[in-house]
């Protein structure tokens, strides 16, 4: 009898645990910051206006550096900014895909009335939950889709990639640069030609290795991918996936890399050459105040050095003076317009003109990019 | 030829978790229990170490209390499996969920944060050998102690007394419990041990391989390392081969696409399962080829009296 009651027993707690297994599972990622609520909760004598409730969908974990991090960073920001009148929440690690639209239904089902989905796999459900709710406004970095209700902004990161090519393609000891790619979409071809032309201005013998992983955010893998590239002799590491794994694979073998995103020295001491940061705060901020004075309305916003969105930081100490001065210079000419990444002649690596001597690419042409440019090496994964 | 070199040594590194798992579970296995919780381990272990590495800075305190942390939860997996007779399949799968659920839970703070980065140093004398020096000697210490691991494996499982009782009792629990061995006590130890073995493997991970830690960083290298055992059919020098093997096709498939070779990246990563397969559907051919190989009582759950 002894035995049975203690087999039950046992039987119970194997339930519990299984249970508890499933609870974490559900439990883990939604985070709702209550500092608002403890603000609000004191005062109850003026009817305050209801504030404004913004939502965030974020592809990574917000951690300490990276894509995610930026946004949040921004999130606070506004946050700030604008006090009592808003109150932000987040979702973060919501996969791109089916599991986005419950995210964002649920969102919306919260009473946010503008929402900021953050990563490009996010547009068709975006769209969808987009359509079906018009009293909402929603915001899609790095998209091409839009509606009466839904809006897309996104930074011009290649001209940071052009940037931290030009410092490559004088660090490069080896003439090879190297790049880990997440997936082939034009935003990312766009930064690998970005960089192995900003090489190619300082360094004609530049030839460019690309590795693609296909996730933006696996640090095992990017480590893996920029391991290979270094094998291969590449020496100077850029990527457009989210982690500092590609940074301290090159810290650990001794080579160059970039901080993508967000600041990234601290990462890599040795082997960091610069960091290619996003400052989303002022479009958040331009968001909100075009919601709160119901001037909302749909357009394609791309910005750039020149709105201060993008910029190169942090550069290193290691990098010669002269080179500074031409990254300064070329910031400048971002920023009053004389000067454009993408300006003719530009020729495919089939050697194919792509655009003609003196022309500058308009946004169209950089949206359509599926081409690597000459001294990239290989071809354009096909077929999604 | 020096990029031959690196590629070696590279698929040396990536088949080191899946040696250490495979290794692991290739004990449990032969004692009889099929551990499916080897992913939830890994990750518990991931995070264990890269939190004692973050706060202490020891690599090795790190990498110990990573197997500790397993070796505790494989403790109550085999706690219900081995004595309270629970389904081995259904239990191990609670354990690998549960594993990323609560890794996740407790890594939280630990996302992003950075370890200290020390350049390998390999093994004196021998790293400056030409090609084999960088091909083979200039792991971190694991790689080798991983290889030691496999052949004290060997050792103990076809040369030591307890190694043929543990190998017995994977075939023939009835007959080793009527010669009045403690079966029970004994499968739970293989469990425990090779629950630390996977602990070892995750704590490599993001303590040594990646070094970072973030949710789900296992990948599903757990589960390879359970195909792997079945790849090698339970022999530990095939596991070593296998770990290898696989390691170097994930390098390899990188590197070919860094030349401009181009072949999808989802076919390489599905290539370990497939190789598992076509092992399976060739062992199960031939039955007798599964009765020497395959451990009877696998996935069996022992009463005794």
């Known amino acids: 009898m002894k035995s049975t009651s203690k087999r039950m027993w046992m039987r119970a707690g194997f339930a519990v645990f299984a249970l508890s297994a499933s609870t974490l599972m559900v439990s883990c990622g939604k985070k709702e910051e209550p500092k608002e609520v403890a603000k609000e909760a004191p005062k109850a004598e003026a009817p305050k206006p209801e504030p404004l409730k913004v939502g965030f969908i974020y592809v990574g974990p917000v951690g300490d550096a990276g894509w995610t ?32 639209e419950r995210v964002i239904r649920d969102l919306v089902a919260q009473g946010n009335k503008l929402i900021f989905a953050t990563s490009f796999g996010y547009g068709d459900a975006m769209e969808k939950v987009a359509k079906d709710h018009p009293e909402v406004k929603f915001e899609h970095a790095t998209g091409y889709k839009t509606a009466d209700n839904l809006r897309v902004y996104e930074g011009r990161f290649y001209e940071d990639a052009y940037l931290a090519g030009v410092i490559a393609g004088k660090m490069t000891k080896s003439n090879i640069l190297g790049f880990v790619g997440s997936f082939p979409i034009p935003e990312v071809l766009r930064n690998i030609n970005a960089y192995t032309l900003g090489a190619q201005s300082v360094n004609p013998k530049i030839r460019t290795k690309v590795v693609w992983v296909n996730t933006w955010f696996d640090p095992p893998k990017e480590s893996e991918a920029a391991q290979s590239l270094i094998n291969q002799k590449a020496d100077v590491l850029l990527q457009n996936t989210d982690s500092t794994a590609v940074l301290q694979t090159a810290e650990k073998n001794g080579k160059f890399a970039f901080g993508w995103d967000s600041d990234m020295s601290a990462f890599a001491p040795k082997a960091h050459l610069a960091s290619a940061v996003l400052t989303w705060a002022p479009y958040y901020e331009k968001a909100v105040n075009d919601v709160l004075n119901n001037t909302w309305k749909t357009e394609m916003t791309k910005w750039g050095t020149k709105e201060g969105m993008n910029d190169l930081i942090k550069i290193s100490d290691a990098v010669p003076e002269d080179v500074r001065k031409k990254i300064d210079e070329l910031k400048a000419g971002l920023k009053d317009g004389s000067f454009a990444v993408f300006k003719g002649p530009i020729s495919d690596n089939s050697g194919k003109v792509v655009l003609p001597k003196d022309e500058v690419a308009d946004d169209a042409w950089k949206g359509k990019i599926n081409f690597f440019v000459k001294g990239v090496e290989g071809k354009v994964p096909s077929g999604k | 030829m020096h990029e031959l070199a690196l590629l070696i040594a590279a698929g040396i590194a990536s088949g080191t978790p899946l040696l250490l798992a495979g290794l692991g579970l290739l004990l449990n296995e032969r004692a009889g229990v099929v551990n499916l919780g080897a992913e939830g381990l890994m990750l518990i272990a991931a995070v264990t170490g890269f939190g004692l590495a973050f706060y202490t800075g020891q690599t090795w305190l790190a990498l110990l209390g990573g197997a500790a942390a397993a070796a505790l939860f494989s403790a109550l997996l085999g706690w219900m499996v081995v004595y309270l ?24 703070a630990l996302v992003g944060k950075k370890l200290e980065i020390n350049q390998n ?58 010669l009045g061995f403690p079966v029970r006590r004994i499968r739970w130890i293989s469990v425990v041990v090779g629950g630390s073995f996977c602990g070892l493997a995750g704590a490599y991970l993001s303590v040594v391989y990646a070094p970072l830690w973030v949710e789900g960083m296992v990948a599903g290298r757990g589960w390879i390392a359970l195909a792997l055992t079945v790849f090698a059919t339970w022999r530990p020098w095939r ?37 598992t397969i076509l ?13 020497a190989n395959m451990p009877a009582s696998l996935g069996k759950p022992f009463h005794p009296g």
């Open chain 2, 239 to 275: 596991v070593l081969v296998g770990a290898y093997l696989f390691g170097s096709v994930t390098m390899l498939q990188l590197h070919l696409q860094a030349i401009g070779i181009e072949i999808p990246t989802q076919f390489m990563s599905m290539l370990p399962y497939l190789a």
């Open chain 1, 69 to 100: 991090f930026a946004h949040d960073m921004a999130r606070k920001a506004i946050e700030e900014k604008f006090g009592e009148k808003i109150k932000t929440s987040f979702v973060e690690k919501v996969p791109e895909g089916a599991d986005a």
């Open chain 2, 85 to 108: 007779n629970t389904n081995q399949y259904a239990s191990g799968l609670a354990l690998s969920l549960f594993g990323a659920g609560i890794s996740a839970f407790v890594g939280a």
């Open chain 2, 121 to 178: 140093q390999g093994l004196p004398l021998l790293a400056d050998l030409p090609f084999v020096g960088p091909a083979l000697f200039q792991q971190h210490p694991m790689v080798y102690l991983a290889v030691a691991l496999c052949l004290g494996m060997v050792l103990f499982l076809y040369h030591s007394k307890s190694g043929r009782l543990l190998r017995g009792i994977g075939e023939s629990p009835a007959s080793a419990h009527a």
């Open chain 2, 279 to 291: 092992v399976l559907a060739l062992i199960s051919r031939n039955p007798s080829w599964i009765r």
